[in-house]
């Protein structure tokens, strides 16, 4: 009789804590936000992870009542700054602007010091774009057909800017090779001023940057555009063909900003913070940064933004693999 009483006294206490912990949760949950919303951007400022998240930060910032800092924690390939927020209390306080690297860079790190799925909640992909297929408006490269021709008459000949191992100017070339079947040296800078600067000065001959660094250069004559790398044409370059369009069947290749929480934050509050973000990227503040760069802005359910980076994760690691890349 004693030891059954023991287990009904432990039974009760353990219901009696997990109901307890489960109204807690439900409280803070009613009551969030109550104080400043901090979104962790792995990248320096000033470029277009940063303003996006800015952007978003302003519009978000309304609807919730508080103020959003960003903070950017650059460094490692994205890696240190998205170790921060891993590690970070599941409050809703703290998230991370993921990016293309979030996707890749468990196939370009054999030691990453954090699960891109068990230590992370997804909350809501903000925005997709692509890159500009651009080259030295000097030389005789005028489409997809012309880079592959030149290519292949010299395969040692034509080198492309990266922003860095694993980026998605980096990948997008990779990927290029691969399914168009020709030779490209990469050659990688600390940003995509300094490898425009090499392109237009004639040192490299073509890159797969963003809209962001690329379409004002293209708009001055600076530099000449010849494809994008979506799987569509862009209604803001909608006279340039997709690379597969242009000779390169099966090719897309997209950048996109997402929305995370650390793992274990209350679905309440990824709920409420995904509504938000929806009503951000409507405002006219994130139309105009969608029409400059070219973004196609697409919040869903927070299960969606998983489905997707787990897509992007199994298409690049084959890439990835295949190339022979690894980041130290």
């Known amino acids: 009789m004693q030891f059954s009483h023991s287990k009904t006294t432990v039974f009760a206490f353990v219901l009696t804590s997990l109901s307890l912990a489960a109204l807690a949760g439900a409280f803070a949950a009613a009551t969030y936000p109550e104080r400043p919303v901090k979104i962790v951007v792995p990248f320096a400022p000033g470029g277009g992870t940063d303003v ?22 650059p460094g490692a390939g994205t890696i240190i700054g998205t170790q921060a927020v891993a590690v970070s209390a599941p409050d809703g306080y703290t998230l991370l602007m993921g990016t293309f690297s979030h996707a890749v860079n468990s196939s370009l790190s054999a030691n990453l010091p954090y699960d891109p799925h068990k230590d992370f909640a997804p909350v809501a992909m903000i925005a997709r774009s692509f890159n500009l297929v651009v080259v030295n408006p000097k030389c005789t490269i005028q489409s997809i057909a012309d880079l592959i021709a030149a290519a292949k008459a010299d395969p040692d000949k034509l080198s492309y800017g990266t922003f860095g191992v694993g980026t998605s100017a980096h990948l997008a070339g990779e990927l290029f090779k691969d399914l168009a079947k020709v030779n490209l040296t990469a050659v990688p800078y600390k940003g995509a001023a300094p490898a425009i600067t090499d392109l237009i000065g004639g040192q490299i001959q073509v890159m797969f940057t963003t809209v962001a660094s690329a379409a ?28 597969a369009e242009a000779g390169v069947p099966g090719y897309a290749a997209e950048s996109w900003y997402g929305l995370f929480a650390p793992a274990g934050t209350p679905a309440e509050i990824i709920d409420r913070l995904n509504k938000s973000a929806a009503l951000g990227v409507q405002s006219e503040a994130f139309k105009r940064l969608g029409a400059n760069e070219g973004l196609v802005m697409i919040v869903r359910p927070p299960e969606e933004l998983d489905r997707y980076v787990r897509g992007e994760e199994q298409r690049w690691r084959r890439v990835i693999k295949d190339a022979g890349i690894k980041v130290e």
């Open 216 to 243: 004002s250069l293209v708009e001055s004559g600076q530099l000449r555009a010849i494809a994008v790398t979506s799987a569509e044409r862009s209604p803001a370059f909608p006279q340039l063909p997709t690379v």
């Open 52 to 73: 996006v998240a800015r952007t978003l930060a302003q519009e978000m910032a309304r609807d919730l009542g508080v103020s959003i800092v960003i903070e950017n924690k």
